[in-house]
């Protein structure tokens, strides 16, 4: 099972030594993240060591949502982030030089539903009746939480209720907040549900025993491209020995993410939830089906244009992104050949 991390650690430590001839000492690096699960691929490399052990500093600097990391990347701010797609295309889109060069995960939002509304869903396979319904009896749309617009839970959503289920957005009541108060809203009776992503999904429905997930993205946006390794231009251009060796890890530990989760839970624990989910609570949500970690770019190239060009119909987007030029897939085809052999 642990044949290819194995391998990757190899090819981490060969790269550690490319590193070590060119640079007198450790490089330094701003990273943004989410503390979400989607980007867990960054906690397992700091909670194992394994950045240390490759020479690789990572000052990091956590962020409530996507939206305010892109605002952080127009001040200037941060050498690599770990964030979903659809603020990096924001990103790039409102002038900031970044590349997306690695995928994290995809399909992993759910529209998890209590109280009256779960009901509503459990009694019909319709989601728009179960919608319908709620909002007949109730007197009000159904109040759905999820990070701000432009997010890829919020796009995800919009996308849902427009494209999939042809009842547009105005048949809800979407409320934008962070991702610390969307698992207290919900738990709270706030809202009725949220489109969000693990392990609030798994965490509610340990909780309340009505909650329940209704849908998941492979219906809500089939392919939905979703949190991405990106880094500067300059960044890449500056410290390009640092960036594979970064690339090598992101790999061994979507390695270990998708062969051995249980080994990699108690690292994630670290960073997410902070420190207060139990340990059982994380092993569940990286095993959750809405836990499907990817690392080749190549693969949500496609969903990641459907996103565009819905982000760009619904406003999210200000302009059309180049999508070829928002990719860079080099770092990564680089360091597969080698691991390879090719």
Same mark, same amino acid.
């Given at each position: 099972?642990?044949?290819?991390?194995?391998?990757?650690?190899?090819?981490?430590?060969l790269s550690l030594g490319a590193v070590g001839q060119a640079q007198a000492e /450790?490089?330094?690096?701003?990273?943004?993240y989410m503390p979400i699960l989607p980007v867990a691929q960054l906690f397992v490399?700091?909670?194992?060591?394994?950045?240390?052990?490759a020479g690789l500093d990572l000052e990091l600097t956590r962020f409530s949502s996507?939206?305010?990391?892109?605002?952080?990347?127009?001040?200037?701010?941060?050498?690599?982030?770990?964030?979903?797609?659809?603020?990096?295309?924001?990103?790039?889109? +409102?002038?900031?030089?970044?590349?997306?060069?690695?995928?994290?995960?995809?399909?992993?939002?759910?529209?998890?539903?209590?109280? !009256?509304?779960?009901?509503?869903?459990?009694?019909?396979?319709?989601?728009?009746?179960?919608?319908?319904?709620?909002?007949?009896?109730?007197?009000?749309?159904?109040?759905?939480?999820?990070? =701000?617009?432009?997010?890829? !839970?919020?796009?995800?959503? $919009?996308?849902?209720?427009?494209?999939?289920?042809?009842?547009?957005?105005?048949?809800? +009541?979407?409320?934008?907040?962070?991702?610390?108060?969307?698992?207290?809203?919900?738990?709270?009776?706030?809202?009725?549900?949220?489109?969000?992503?693990?392990?609030?999904?798994?965490?509610?429905?340990?909780?309340? /025993?009505?909650?329940?997930?209704?849908?998941?993205?492979?219906?809500?946006? =089939?392919?939905?491209?979703?949190?991405?390794?990106?880094?500067?231009?300059?960044?890449?251009?500056?410290? !390009?020995?640092?960036?594979?060796?970064?690339?090598?890890?992101?790999?061994?530990?979507?390695?270990?993410?998708?062969?051995?989760?249980?080994?990699?839970? !108690?690292?994630?624990?670290?960073?997410?939830?902070?420190?207060?989910?139990?340990?059982?609570?994380?092993?569940?949500?990286?095993?959750? =089906?809405?836990? +499907?970690?990817?690392?080749?770019?190549?693969?949500?190239?496609?969903?990641?244009?459907?996103?565009?060009?819905?982000?760009?119909?619904?406003?999210?987007?200000?302009?059309?992104?180049?999508?070829?030029?928002?990719?860079?897939?080099?770092?990564?085809?680089?360091?597969?050949?080698? $691991?390879?052999?090719?």
């Amino acid at each position: 099972m642990l044949r290819h991390i194995r391998r990757l650690a190899l090819l981490a430590a060969l790269s550690l030594g490319a590193v070590g001839q060119a640079q007198a000492e /450790d490089t330094t690096l701003d990273v943004g993240y989410m503390p979400i699960l989607p980007v867990a691929q960054l906690f397992v490399m700091e909670g194992e060591g394994w950045t240390d052990e490759a020479g690789l500093d990572l000052e990091l600097t956590r962020f409530s949502s996507g939206p305010a990391m892109v605002q952080a990347l127009a001040s200037g701010e941060l050498d690599v982030m770990y964030f979903g797609i659809g603020p990096a295309m924001v990103a790039r889109a +409102n002038g900031v030089p970044i590349k997306v060069l690695a995928s994290s995960i995809r399909e992993q939002i759910g529209l998890v539903a209590r109280g !009256p509304l779960a009901e509503d869903f459990a009694a019909t396979d319709d989601a728009a009746e179960a919608i319908a319904r709620f909002t007949e009896a109730q007197g009000r749309p159904p109040k759905i939480a999820t990070f =701000p617009q432009g997010s890829v !839970p919020d796009t995800v959503l $919009r996308y849902w209720l427009t494209e999939q289920l042809g009842i547009g957005t105005d048949a809800v +009541n979407i409320v934008a907040m962070g991702a610390d108060r969307v698992q207290q809203a919900l738990l709270a009776g706030a809202v009725d549900a949220a489109s969000i992503l693990e392990p609030i999904l798994t965490t509610v429905q340990q909780r309340d /025993d009505g909650a329940r997930v209704v849908a998941r993205a492979d219906e809500m946006l =089939p392919g939905q491209p979703g949190a991405v390794l990106a880094a500067r231009e300059a960044t890449l251009a500056e410290h !390009p020995e640092a960036m594979k060796t970064l690339m090598a890890l992101h790999l061994r530990a979507t390695e270990m993410l998708t062969e051995d989760p249980e080994a990699a839970a !108690p690292a994630v624990r670290e960073f997410v939830g902070k420190r207060l989910i139990p340990l059982e609570t994380v092993e569940t949500a990286l095993a959750s =089906p809405s836990s +499907n970690y990817v690392a080749d770019p190549h693969a949500i190239r496609e969903g990641t244009r459907r996103m565009h060009d819905f982000q760009l119909e619904q406003g999210s987007l200000r302009q059309a992104v180049d999508l070829d030029a928002l990719f860079d897939t080099s770092l990564y085809d680089a360091v597969i050949g080698e $691991r390879d052999g090719s």
